[in-house]
């Protein structure tokens, strides 16, 4: 009977029918992928899979680009080689289609290209390049990002470069998706967490000032990377001030901001997400100075009940600094700590209500009599005096009978004025 393999085995139990070459590259994919699979930090996992490009086809210059569904962008994630041109490539953003990687990724196949002088979907990373291939990082039809590699010979790459990468590159795309959702979750997590927190603050017995830098802390905590400050609105004036901030240069605690003006402003005007990517962009010329070094800005709305309290506004020192998570995350904090400010609001009108007069505004016999009390027994501890003005109105009842309550009520009111114009708070 014909053996159906057609290869014979060796004495160590290998097919003697598969060439050395294609032995070596099997090896050398079995030891790629491990070394990706026991990175511990995405970071750890870009730089693994580089490490593997260079030993399976012996690039020189290579990048990794993570690509983000929500812009269609590219950003690079991790480098080899490059020289001087490091630096400018790592700030680097590609849209979906541009050049040979966002090509790759928006087909969602690799592309190879002997010499790149030739080919107008090039975009410069290495000057003296001459050839480039791109090839996706794909699970399924999601793109995680691209694997880039140039060299300054022309027709370095071949068929047989690709079919590594691409195998490397799943395994890597794999690898990149299991941290995304890892994070996600851990910031799922986190945002529960911080909003259970700040939601506690509500029945917690603080000043408003205090309950609002414990809500920065916890902000904070949860997008360490900002520098977060909340503008209450003034009703009356329609201006917004600095009720709490952190990392603000001094000015900024005095400003007062009116309706529209600024990034706050503007945030505060139309009750919505105000995200400015690079503030020394030009058209960005109304931007407030806040945080020094400042290059992006994030104001969101605190709407409570259908009226505006103010503007949670945060400020990184990095051109586009806040991802998705970190923008839906300021916002839940933006939206309880408006529920927070304005329940906080109706527990000072309804203890203002119950110690004062409805009529004058003057404090009621209740709480006068409370501080009586307190004032006795403070000068009672001390060996203190003190004394006690009375005042009364000299046929007060007249005026009534002769003009009527209401003319009565008013006299009451301009004597309410009078004596809050002449004493101390």
């Known amino acids: 009977m014909a053996n159906r393999n057609s290869g014979k ?24 992928t491990r070394a990706i699979g026991i990175s511990s930090t995405l970071e750890e996992t870009l730089e693994a899979v580089l490490t593997q490009a260079e030993l399976l086809i012996g690039c020189e210059h290579s990048a990794l680009m993570l690509f983000d ?24 953003v590609l849209s979906a289609g541009e050049g040979l990687s966002g090509w790759s990724v928006q087909r969602g196949r690799a592309v190879r290209v002997g010499d790149v002088r030739l080919d107008r979907r ?21 793109v995680a990002g691209v ?21 490397l590159g799943a395994q890597a795309a794999l690898a990149i998706m299991a941290f995304r959702n890892q994070e ?14 700040i939601s506690r603050l509500a029945s917690e017995a603080e000043t408003l000032g205090v309950t609002l830098n414990q809500m920065l802390d916890i902000a904070q905590e949860v997008v360490p990377d900002a520098r977060c400050a909340i503008l209450l609105l003034d009703p009356e004036t329609q201006l917004l001030t600095m009720a709490a901030g952190e990392g603000y240069q001094a000015a900024a605690r005095y400003l007062e901001i009116p309706i529209g003006r600024g990034v706050t402003g503007r945030c ?5 997400v105000q995200y400015i990517r690079d503030l020394d962009a030009p058209e960005y010329d109304y931007y407030i100075p806040g945080v020094p070094g400042a290059r992006s800005e994030l104001a969101l709305p605190m709407v ?3 009226r505006s309290v103010g503007v949670l506004n945060a400020e990184s020192q990095e051109v586009d600094g806040f991802g998705a998570t970190a923008i839906e995350t300021l916002s839940l904090i933006a939206n309880q700590a408006a529920a927070v400010i304005r329940g906080g609001e109706l527990l000072d009108e309804t203890r203002r209500l119950a110690i004062t007069d409805g009529l004058t505004g003057l404090h009621n016999r209740r709480h006068f009599v409370r501080q009586l009390e307190d004032n006795v027994q403070r000068a009672t501890r001390y060996q203190e005096t003190m004394a006690l003005i009375m005042l009364d109105l000299d046929y007060f009842k007249d005026v009534n009978d002769k003009f009527g309550h209401h003319v009565g009520d008013r006299v009451l009111e301009l004597l309410a004025v009078a004596l809050q114009e002449s004493v101390r708070d």
């Open 268 to 272: 505060a005007a139309s009750r919505e």
């Open 304 to 306: 409570a009940e259908g």
């Open 69 to 92: 569904e929500e812009t269609e962008t590219l950003r690079a994630g991790a480098l080899r080689g490059y020289g001087d041109q490091r630096e400018r490539l790592m700030q680097s």
């Open 9 to 32: 085995k060796n004495g160590s139990g290998r097919l003697a029918s598969v060439p050395g070459g294609e032995m070596v590259a099997l090896s050398a994919l079995y030891e790629s």
């Open 184 to 197: 996600a979750l851990s910031g799922r997590v986190a945002q529960l967490e911080a909003l259970h927190r």
């Open 147 to 167: 694997i880039s590699v140039e060299s300054e010979r022309k027709d370095a790459f071949t068929q047989e470069h690709e079919k590594l990468l691409t195998v």
């Open 122 to 142: 090039y975009r410069e990373g290495l000057p003296e390049a001459r050839s480039n291939m791109a090839v996706p990082l794909l699970v399924g039809r999601q």
